[in-house]
């Protein structure tokens, strides 16, 4: 093209640009017209009015651009190629109702079909970034975000509400689906990666690591199944846990543990010398522990084990009763000054007549005799180590059971699980935008 060409092209360019500005301008002038009050009294009214400018002018702009887009693929050809290689046909225009946060905008786009391996599509669907779905990749980000803690119909009512969005619950339902769904897909990519040893090291460098996993129950399929939560995270110079990264799932301990080690990875366990792991007593816990972090600190929950010790102590003196509570003080000093041998002691001194209390003190000394090495717990505390569980505690209650145990609810395997890895996603320090997980 020669220079006089591009002065025209360039000349014809900036000509539609001010046509479509003046456009623009024009509706904005009316709605100002319209909407403006320069008498508007308290601070509500005069956010109120400029809100309602405000989306105007979105919509007014969203339409403009996209009509442009429309005028300017009409004018191609008739042709265009197919994915498989070969020319697929014109077969009209089609419209599609899209969803965006400025409102809703109906469309028309030029559609084609392949004879050869006979598909369909739409070019502007992909030049526009446009799924299969009709929301936009921003309205479906926000979607994605308030699935996070709120159940479908609340999400429903909240885009309404803030940005006078109107879907059903089942179409919020079907696109929070679909981001747990792409989630679930990276840590099963992630995880290919760490077995083929080509997964990048973690970018984290940690002093200390600590380890952590519990299990929540869900109604899942028609019966109260458990859900199990893992938590990675660091601690700060006063103690407190930071930079928290969690996972949780319906599937069993095995692949959960394959995923707790990755966990651990994305959280620098692969530049961490010092790690911990503290739990309760569950026995799929230690196992997965064992095979992923063999090296790590293992602790034992100490409420945990002074819940258990309370339990024989209430059917050794009786319930509520001062020897009960002298007891137990007694146990707890024990426990906290490394004397685990003591309180095993205590307990093999009780002799109970019935059944059912000896049944409960062979299964306290079991339990005490098989987590001795983890209970030393004056040593962990001195060293920096957490002796207590909570981190894991806390995440059951407020990543899982806050969005997934309302009442009345009931999950299906594949809604729970992508809802699971959702919410894990949303309480890590280091979740990222949503909108990669976002397809076009």
């Known amino acids: 093209m020669d220079k006089v060409g591009r002065h025209k092209k360039k000349g014809l360019v900036g000509s539609d640009k001010e046509e479509a500005v003046d456009r623009i301008l024009e509706r904005l002038r009316e709605k100002l017209l319209s909407e403006f009050d320069d008498d508007a009294q308290t601070l509500d009214e005069i956010e109120d009015q400029s809100e309602r400018i405000g989306e105007e002018l979105k919509r007014v702009v969203s339409r403009e651009v996209l009509d442009k887009r429309q005028r300017k693929e009409r004018q191609q050809s008739r042709d265009a190629e197919c994915n498989c290689g070969r020319t697929a046909r014109y077969a009209g225009l089609r419209s599609k109702e899209l969803v965006l946060l400025s409102g809703p905008l109906r469309i028309e786009r030029s559609y084609y079909h392949c004879p050869a391996c006979h598909a369909g599509f739409a070019p502007m669907d992909q030049l526009l970034g446009i799924g299969r779905g009709q929301c936009?990749?921003?309205?479906?980000?926000?979607?994605?975000?308030?699935?996070?803690?709120?159940?479908?119909?609340?999400?429903?009512?909240?885009?309404m509400d803030l940005k006078g969005v109107s879907l059903a619950p089942s179409t919020v339902q079907r696109y929070s689906r679909r981001v747990g769904e792409a989630i679930s897909r990276e840590w099963d990519a992630d995880q290919t990666k760490m077995r083929s040893r080509t997964l990048p090291a973690s970018k984290e460098r940690p002093n200390r690591l600590h380890v952590t996993a519990d299990g929540a129950m869900l109604h899942v399929g028609g019966s109260w199944r458990e859900a199990k939560l893992g938590s990675v995270y660091q601690t700060s110079p006063s103690g407190h846990a930071i930079k928290a990264r969690y996972y949780a799932t319906m599937q069993s301990s095995v692949p959960f543990g394959m995923k707790l080690r990755l966990l651990g990875h994305h959280s620098g366990s692969d530049h961490c010398r010092d790690m911990a792991a503290v739990a309760d007593g569950a026995a799929w816990i230690w196992q997965e522990v064992g095979k992923h972090f063999?090296?790590?600190?293992?602790v034992l929950d100490y409420f945990h084990v002074t819940q258990h010790l309370w339990e024989a102590a209430h059917l050794r003196f009786g319930e509520g009763s001062a020897q009960a509570s002298e007891w137990m003080n007694k146990q707890k000093t024990r426990l906290l000054q490394d004397q685990i041998d003591k309180v095993i002691a205590s307990v093999a001194e009780w002799r109970p007549r019935l059944a059912q209390k000896r049944t409960i003190r062979r299964r306290l000394l079991g339990y005490l005799g098989e987590h001795r090495h983890r209970m030393f717990y004056k040593s962990f505390a001195e060293a920096g180590y957490h002796i207590g569980s909570g981190v894991a505690e806390s995440g059951c209650k407020n990543v899982v059971q806050i969005r997934m145990k309302r009442a009345g609810m009931r999950w299906s395997e594949k809604g729970a699980e992508s809802i699971l890895h959702l919410c894990s996603w949303y309480a890590s320090h280091d979740r990222g935008g949503i909108h990669q997980y976002l397809r076009a």
């Open 294 to 298: 063999p090296l790590s600190v293992q």
């Open 136 to 159: 936009s990749r921003r309205v479906a980000g926000l979607i994605g975000r308030l699935s996070c803690y709120l159940p479908d119909r609340m999400v429903s009512a909240e885009l």
